[in-house]
Nanobody, 124 residues
Framework: QVQLVESGGGLVQAGGSLRLSCAVS????????MGWFRQAPGKEREFLAT????????YSADSVKGRFTISTDNAKNTVYLQMNSLKPEDTAVYYC?????????????????WGKGTLVTVSS
């Protein structure tokens, strides 16, 4: 089993920046791939970015490329999402996920573990 705890959410003005953190504990061998996702009010969960612990390979959604960056601190078992140039439409609950692989077609994106989420609110 894997436990994920997100932090770093809050209120930020449009154009500002925010860094989210995801602390990973438990059987980290079952969390080869980490991902960030978000869900806005009335909308379905949206994929943002994934990263591998082993090689650091990343894959990001086109909608956030150039603004959002996923990274890891392997020594601290922590995953980050750096968000720049934030827009009001970025307002959502942001979730950290973990699994053995990522899938764009599978429901849940191949993630087997999820955090409880952290709320990001961007004011105009």
């Amino acid at each position: 089993q894997v436990q994920l705890v997100e932090s770093g959410g809050g209120l930020v003005q449009a154009g500002g920046s925010l860094r989210l953190s995801c602390a990973v504990s438990g059987r980290t061998s079952s969390a080869n791939v980490m991902g960030w996702f978000r869900q806005a009010p009335g909308k379905e969960r949206e994929f943002l970015a994934t990263i591998n612990w082993s090689g650091g390979s990343t894959y990001s959604a086109d909608s956030v490329k150039g603004r959002f960056t996923i990274s890891t601190d392997n020594a601290k078992n922590t995953v980050y999402l750096q968000m720049n140039s934030l827009k009001p439409e970025d307002t959502a609950v942001y979730y950290c996920g973990a699994g053995r692989y990522y899938s764009d077609s599978l429901e849940g994106y191949g993630m087997n573990y999820w955090g409880k989420g952290t709320l990001v609110t961007v004011s105009s």
